[in-house]
């Protein structure tokens, strides 16, 4: 086993076995209500939206700042994406816990479809992740993935589901820091465009 193969494993059940013991040590303490597990339901939600949006904007701000912080969020990119599969694992035993113990609740087939497909794609893109596989895979077929996958994760995390969505402080707390992330790309691209041309 490769020493990134090594890292990549002690990040993500790091990652798992903190967030995964946190909210079991949450429902344990509570009567386990529906509202009690949408509490780490939530909170696993927000984590991973935030390791998503470091994972975005690692390159763009390297590209804009060259700072030694920048260089180094680059240089621990794979490494946060990896821990924002835990979470997302974390995060989808949860909701599979909630439906579990809800019957009374029914999981949208529109849903179920669009957060399986993304499913698929963050644990295919954590299997790349490793040396092995991102071989065997090959750079370009690595990178459409990669790409496919952080688009996926925006339609997702970023997207307003509705117009009422826009005055949603819950949703300011996904869409605003999505907007400045896009913001962020923007302008790196817009320089490597003008240095290219």
């Known amino acids: 086993m490769s020493n990134n193969d090594r890292r990549n494993w002690q990040v993500f059940l790091a990652a798992l076995l903190l967030t995964g013991g946190i909210s079991l040590l949450w429902l344990v303490s509570t009567p386990m209500s529906d509202d009690d597990i949408r509490v780490p339901t939530r909170h696993t939600a927000q984590l991973a939206f935030a390791l998503y949006i470091l994972v975005l904007v690692a390159r763009p701000l390297q590209q804009l700042l060259r700072k030694d912080w920048t260089a180094a969020l680059l240089r621990t990119r794979r490494l946060i994406g990896v821990a924002f599969a835990a979470v997302m ?19 949208p087939l529109f849903s179920l479809l669009f957060g399986g497909t993304a499913y698929a794609l963050f644990y295919l893109m954590l299997i790349t992740s490793f040396d092995g596989p991102k071989k065997a895979l090959g750079p370009k077929k690595w990178k459409f993935l990669h790409r496919t996958g952080l688009v996926w994760a925006a339609l997702i995390f970023g997207l307003p589901r509705s117009l009422e969505d ?30 290219s041309s």
């Open 89 to 107: 694992t974390t995060h989808l035993g949860l909701i599979a816990y909630r439906f579990g113990t809800q019957p009374e609740l029914e999981y």
């Open 166 to 195: 826009l005055s949603d402080p819950e949703y300011l707390k996904f869409g605003i820091p999505f907007l400045i992330a896009l913001l962020i790309r923007f302008a790196a691209w817009q320089r490597s465009r003008r240095r």
